[in-house]
């Protein structure tokens, strides 16, 4: 082990000696009085290999910083057998490079810098552009809490711009902007008030959402063309049709329940409110199972002192069950887009000034008002006239503009609701919660539209077990099969 191994290119050295120098092992010595310890052949010649690699690596290094400054670096592709051959020549001239002495280096450093500062600047390569989702996610790393105390940290000179902003993860446009209007609200003093209350309303809310989500079981989600999507995934994520599979999903997302809150509230003027499920209502934290959505407050402000304010109107609640009962009143429904519709009756947010109906956000307003700026709006490919833009709009899209109905699977797209049923019993019957008529054959992806269905044929031939919507088609179809019988 540590006595001297011949060596052809360099001094002889032990094998122990140069385990320690290659591989940095803290191996002893030997003692005297200690046994013999040999080594293979095969070992020494690939211990002797690998040091001689180590040595070149180091030597390399040192060249390379020796003139790394000294003349421009060219990159340049090279075939794998040139590489071989350019391996063997730098190996022949490393010892030449290295007798470079430091005035020579010297020289050439102060030659070089008086060359770049001539030089114009290269353009600064900006990094690939992310999806849009990935993209958002980035500047959604920041709550209100953080923009405040951002701010405060600011003006009162007790970090700079630079330190808040790395501090509490603040893109620096965003803090530079609320600075400036702070700034502009403190000196001016004739800055309305509704643009220092709707500040303090939408960090209210955020506030009381996350004392909701904290002592309730509610779950918030999101909804698209009346398909339910999880708050946190937003509608970039997974669809689910079943509210249960809703349900499972968001215990997912249980460690960022209230941390991410601020992320998926923004922006603001396009979520102005949040839609809970709120299934089994229960109470955190005494274990109280809450019967309906006003007693909630109630009890949290009688048995535990916490109150609400913005929460009255800014959270709406939902009870994702069949059958589709509104959580206030108590009326049923056939599906959750006529129960979101009737939402709006309970809550005065916004009143139409022509008609006086009322509704629970901004953008449901200005959908409706639509309603009240009858015109002649002409298709541009028949020229048919219609009242309004919207009925317009729709007769586009079924008419004129194709495949427009996408399967909610895959992407897949097709001209007709009735192709669309088809794929999905093809093609995702395992899938997917489709059920098909035993009578006529016709699929429906909803059970309360298949249970409708099934309700209207309530007359059944006894001969066939055929069922019919009318009377007159039993009647119609008792002559035919009367004939087959015979």
């Not at 009318?470 to 087959?484: A, P, Q, Y």
Request: net charge neutral; proline share 3%; glycine share 2%.
């Amino acid at each position: 082990m540590w006595e001297e191994i011949p060596n052809n290119d360099q001094a002889n050295d032990s094998f122990g000696n140069m385990l320690i120098e290659c591989f940095s092992l803290p191996w002893l010595s030997k003692n005297e009085g200690d046994q013999l310890e040999y080594i293979c052949s095969t070992c020494v010649d690939r211990l002797q290999s690998a040091l001689h690699f180590k040595r070149e690596i180091i030597a390399s290094e040192q060249v390379l910083k020796g003139f790394l400054f000294q003349s421009d670096i060219q990159i340049e592709v090279i075939t794998e057998e040139d590489s071989i051959v350019a391996k063997n020549d730098y190996i022949e001239n490393l010892d030449i490079k290295t007798e470079v002495s430091e005035g020579e280096i010297s020289a050439l450093d102060k030659e070089n810098s008086d060359k770049t500062d001539l030089e114009p600047t290269q353009k600064r390569k900006w990094p690939k552009k992310r999806r849009g989702a990935d993209r958002l996610r980035v500047y959604k790393k920041y709550t209100q809490l953080d923009l405040r105390e951002a701010i405060v940290s600011v003006r009162s000179e007790k970090m700079t711009f630079k330190e808040a902003c790395n501090e509490y993860n603040i893109p620096r446009n965003t803090l530079k902007s609320n600075l400036s209007k702070a700034d502009i609200i403190s000196e001016d003093q004739n800055v309305s008030c509704d643009d220092k209350s709707n500040k303090e309303r939408n960090f209210r809310i955020i506030e009381e959402i996350k004392m909701i989500l904290k002592y309730t079981n509610a779950i918030p989600f999101k909804t698209k063309t009346a398909k339910y999507y999880c708050a946190y995934c937003s509608t970039s994520g997974p669809m689910f049709q079943d509210a249960d599979e809703l349900r499972i999903h968001t215990k997912v997302h249980e460690k960022e329940r209230l941390q991410e809150v601020d992320h998926f509230m923004r922006p603001y003027w396009l979520n102005e409110i949040l839609k809970l499920d709120v299934l089994n209502l229960t109470c955190t934290i005494c274990n109280t199972k809450l019967q309906d959505w006003n007693q909630m407050f109630h009890h949290f402000d009688s048995e535990h002192g916490i109150e609400f304010d913005e929460a009255y109107t800014k959270v709406v609640p939902y009870n994702l069950s069949e059958p589709m009962q509104c959580v206030l009143c108590h009326d049923d429904f056939p599906n959750f887009h006529n129960l979101d519709g009737h939402m709006n009756a309970h809550y005065n947010n916004y009143i139409c000034p022509t008609c006086g109906d009322t509704f629970v956000a901004k953008c449901r307003l200005e959908k409706h008002l639509q309603v009240h700026h009858q015109g002649e709006f002409q298709c541009e490919e028949c020229k048919k006239v219609f009242t309004l833009d919207k009925y317009r709009a729709k007769h586009y899209k079924l008419v004129h503009k194709r495949n427009t109905i996408r399967c909610i699977l895959c992407p897949k797209v097709f001209n007709t609701v009735s192709e669309q049923n088809a794929h999905l019993v093809e093609q995702h019957k395992d899938n997917s919660n489709i059920y098909i008529c035993e009578y006529c054959g016709r699929s429906y992806t909803h059970k309360k539209n298949f249970i409708k269905h099934l309700s209207r044929k309530k007359y059944k031939c006894e001969d066939c077990d055929k069922r019919f919507i009318s009377f007159k088609s039993l009647k119609t179809h008792k002559v035919i099969c009367d004939r087959n019988t015979c």
